[in-house]
């Protein structure tokens, strides 16, 4: 028996055309505030407020801005664009780590109280960052470690999240058989890991880096509540200084384009790691959504 097929050429179009229009408006919501830092940066602190937001200024002041921001107050910005890269790399890195270690374990080991466990990490997830910042502040306090690089480094290494993401990436992409196999040839439990696990999870440990890497980047209250020495800021708290600057007995001001250039150089070691890692991004994002 056929069936008379009642799509029309119009419907087709619109199937096409409405999602394709939504893309491109979502598209321009979320680009538009890049577009804005982008052109404000290249005006001076009076164009700012003269000249149309959304269009250049009188005169191209980027590269004077540049200067203005890599020679201000000794500079400090690149500092803190340092410290940013030491806290987001290193608590990522060892975050991924951990969290494919953890993962790993609570996915292909039977223990005593692992469900308990991995509904505590589940619960953990819920907990907003910020709500930690103070219990954590006092545990590093009393250890002595406050206004160190310790004291942003410990509470960014451990990832509940990452945790979740790794056991199931761990449950989708390491066979049992595999691991099996694995310890009938004699080898031990983390030279199954290290030499046949970890390979298996790498395009997906580098989505919990990603997702880990941005949450330290963008973590400004911790290191409001832990540091302050201005030289161990991370990138935010800096700019976040700067912007509250006002007029005292020195003369020294708000420069509101020296904040706006370092938002946008601020941003662009995120953006250089997902253009690289993007591919490996894409895959770890799938690789546990369909399990055989």
Not at 123 to 132: D, E, F, K, M, N
Not at 247 to 264: P, Q, Y
């Amino acid at each position: 028996m056929s069936t008379v097929s009642t799509a029309t050429p119009a419907n087709g179009l619109r199937r096409q055309v409405l999602p394709a229009l939504f893309l491109f408006v979502v598209s321009i919501y979320f680009l538009l505030p890049l577009y804005w830092l982008s052109i404000a940066s290249t005006k001076s602190t009076g164009d700012l407020f003269s000249s149309p937001s959304l269009w250049f200024g009188e005169h191209f002041h980027f590269f004077a801005n540049l200067r203005t921001l890599f020679t201000h107050s000794d500079g400090i910005f690149l500092r803190w664009m340092g410290n940013s890269l030491l806290y987001s790399c290193a608590g990522a890195g060892i975050a991924a780590l951990l969290s494919a270690l953890a993962g790993y374990a609570i996915a292909h080991y039977v223990f005593r109280g692992r469900d308990a466990m991995f509904a505590m990490i589940l619960g953990a997830i819920l907990v907003p960052s910020t709500a930690l910042v103070l219990p954590l502040y006092l545990l590093i306090s009393a250890i002595g470690l406050t206004n160190t690089v310790w004291a942003i480094l410990l509470p960014s290494c451990i990832s509940p999240f990452g945790v979740y993401l790794a056991r199931i990436f761990a449950s989708a992409n390491v066979p049992a058989e595999l691991l099996e196999a694995a310890r009938i040839d004699g080898a031990g439990d983390f030279q199954i890991f290290f030499k046949i696990a970890l390979p298996l999870l790498g395009p997906s440990l580098v989505t919990v880096f990603l997702f880990q890497f941005v949450a330290i980047w963008n973590n400004y209250f911790l290191a409001l509540v832990m540091l302050s020495d201005a030289h161990l800021y991370p990138v935010t708290l800096g700019l976040e200084a700067w912007s509250t600057v006002t007029e005292n007995g020195s003369g020294a001001s708000f420069d509101a384009g020296l904040v706006i250039t370092g938002a946008l150089v601020s941003i662009l070691p995120m953006l250089i790691g997902f253009l690289f890692l993007q591919r490996f991004w894409r895959s770890g994002l799938t690789s546990g959504a369909v399990k055989a």
